[in-house]
């Protein structure tokens, strides 16, 4: 997997994730225009521990550089199983105050957990980071 890189979309999956998401807003065809593919290395390597980890997502990943969409989508996923091997997940159990931090660079997300009639609050910050390799 090294060298191979796949493209990722944030609207690849927006309608689906909105249908299961009645709080998700609809998109402006401005704001639509604006998206662009980013294209990343599939193996991202940390810069700081040098620790390597998969660098894709079920709801972002589109395609693997290269390979025939066949191939690219077989492969997708595999990683993706993979990747959401309970083994590999770790669920925080909310309790009233808490504060939690992640590592993109390392780490996959995703909310889950909030009752579908509340909408979920949620502070975002995020640090510059660096451009993955």
Same mark, same amino acid.
């Given at each position: ?14 309608a ?26 599939i193996?991202?390597? !940390?810069?700081?521990? *040098?620790?390597?980890?998969?660098f894709?997502? =079920?709801?972002?990943? /589109?395609? +693997?550089? %290269? ?27 909310w ?13 996959? !997300?995703?909310?889950? *957990?909030?009752p579908?009639?509340?909408?979920? =609050?949620?502070?975002? /910050?995020? +640090?510059? %980071?660096?451009?993955?390799?």
């Amino acid at each position: 997997m090294e060298g191979v890189s796949a493209e990722h979309s944030y609207l690849a999956k927006y309608a689906e994730l909105q249908r299961r998401n009645p709080w998700r807003p609809n998109l402006t065809q401005a704001q639509i225009d604006e998206v662009v593919p980013a294209v990343h290395p599939i193996v991202r390597t !940390h810069p700081e521990t *040098g620790r390597r980890a998969l660098f894709v997502s =079920k709801h972002f990943t /589109t395609r +693997i550089i %290269g390979l025939p969409d066949k191939d690219s989508r077989a492969l997708l996923d595999e990683l993706f199983d993979h990747s959401t091997r309970p083994e590999h997940i770790y669920r925080h159990q909310w309790r009233d105050g808490d504060m939690v931090f992640w590592d993109n660079r390392s780490v996959m !997300h995703l909310a889950a *957990g909030c009752p579908q009639d509340q909408r979920r =609050k949620l502070y975002r /910050t995020t +640090i510059e %980071g660096d451009v993955p390799f």
